[in-house]
Each structure stands twice: as structure tokens, then as C-alpha cells.
């Protein structure tokens, strides 16, 4: 059993900043792939990001390509999400995601274990 818990969600200006991590328990952490998704009121939640077990592969939807950065640092067992230039749009509860095939998917029915999300909001 993995528990994921995110943190560094907030309030913020478009154009503005935020950086979120999701700290896994366990000792397998870098064996899976990890995803973030996001989900904004009465929308379904949608994939973000997702990076491979070693962190060389990452996968972006088109809409925070150039803007947003995944990365992992297996020895802390933590997965960061960089968000740059925000935007009203990407307001939404973010979600982070552990895959066990170490396989990123776009599924979000795919992931075995999800974190509890983080509210980030941006103000325009």
C-alpha cells in the first residue's frame, strides 16, 4: 500500500507561481510512474503530467506544455509539479497519482493509488 500526499496548493495571480509535491510512503516509490491530474468543478479530472520510474520520460497535456514541469527525486520518495505563468483555466483540485506498472498513462482508471488533491486557484 502507497499513501500519496500532496502538498503547496494556494491562491495565486495569474502569471504567478506555485510548486506542489506529493510525498509517497513505502519503499517502492521508484518503481512507479507518477501522474498528476487535476479536476475543476464539473469537469472530470484530467491528466497534467506524468514522469517515468527514472524520471528521463515526461509526458505533458497540450494544455500546460511549456508552462508546467514534472520532476522526482526517488531518495525523498517525492514527485514536484512546477507551475509557471498560471492561468484562470488551470484552477482546479490537483491530484497526484502512482501507477505500480511504472507505466505513465493518460487514464486516469489506470492508477492504482491517488493523494487526497490540493486546491490551486488563480485569480485574474
Known amino acids: 500500500q502507497v499513501q500519496l500526499v500532496e502538498a503547496g496548493g494556494g491562491l495565486v495571480q495569474a502569471g504567478g507561481s506555485l510548486r506542489l509535491s506529493c510525498a509517497a510512503s513505502?519503499?517502492?516509490?521508484?518503481?512507479?510512474?507518477m501522474a498528476w491530474f487535476r479536476q475543476a468543478p464539473g469537469k472530470e479530472r484530467e491528466f497534467v503530467t506524468g514522469?517515468?520510474?527514472?524520471?528521463?520520460?515526461?509526458y505533458y497535456a497540450d494544455s500546460v506544455k511549456g508552462r508546467f514541469t514534472i520532476s522526482r527525486d526517488n531518495a525523498k520518495n517525492t514527485v514536484y509539479l512546477q507551475m509557471n505563468s498560471l492561468k484562470p483555466e488551470d484552477t482546479a483540485v490537483y491530484y497526484c497519482?502512482?501507477?505500480?506498472?511504472?507505466?505513465?498513462?493518460?487514464?486516469?482508471?489506470?492508477?492504482?493509488?491517488w493523494g487526497q488533491g490540493t486546491q490551486v486557484t488563480v485569480s485574474s
Open positions: 497519482a502512482a501507477a505500480e506498472s511504472g507505466s505513465v498513462y493518460y487514464t486516469r482508471t489506470l492508477y492504482n493509488y
Open positions: 513505502g519503499r517502492t516509490f521508484s518503481t512507479y510512474a
Open positions: 514522469i517515468g520510474r527514472s524520471g528521463a520520460r515526461t
